[in-house]
């Protein structure tokens, strides 16, 4: 469903004139918040799918991104910021399938999980209101998820040498 609602956003958002339509923002808090929703739910129950455990991280890819279109087409926040944020996105996507395709288990580091909600909420918050606290969450958030990359980096390296070294 979050997937699906993705271009309904971006669809409002783009034609909104300013970037700052009340329902594309609401769709975008409800797509982050029933994400973090549906985590929470999995830790406490344990309940785990496999097409939830490859779906997630895309849909959190897809959202960042579509929020990044959104500020960037309206100038809502530094553009420069905003493309080293998408630059990391696109890269995470294909470390991601860069992983999958050579059986690589790479976990969620936790700064990698925490740095999504100030990136996400500088997103909205720039969607919705003119405040320096959009922008200070962007180099948050940004500051985190690349420090988060590099570990995801330097784990996937370990785990490619180990299994190189098995086999």
Not at 109 to 134: D, I, Y
Request: hydrophobic residues 55%; positive net charge.
């Amino acid at each position: 469903m979050r997937l699906a609602l993705i271009p309904v956003f971006l669809v409002l958002a783009l034609n909104s004139g300013d970037g700052r339509d009340a329902k594309a923002s609401a769709i975008y808090a409800i797509i982050g918040g029933s994400d973090y929703l549906d985590g929470l739910a999995a830790r406490l129950t344990g309940q785990y799918s496999r097409l939830g455990v490859l779906l997630d991280p895309i849909v959190d890819r897809l959202l960042v991104l579509s929020g990044v279109i959104v500020c960037w087409h309206f100038e809502l926040l530094p553009r420069w910021a905003l493309g080293l944020l998408a630059a990391r996105e696109l890269f995470m996507l294909v470390l991601s399938q860069f992983a999958l395709r050579h059986g690589l288990d790479i976990k969620v580091n936790m700064l990698g999980r925490w740095a999504v909600w100030p990136t996400m909420f500088s997103l909205f918050l720039a969607m919705v209101s003119v405040t320096w606290v959009a922008k200070a969450l962007l180099y948050l958030g940004l500051a985190m998820t690349l420090v988060a990359t590099a570990f995801y980096v330097r784990d996937g390296l370990t785990e490619l040498r180990a299994k190189n070294a098995r086999s």
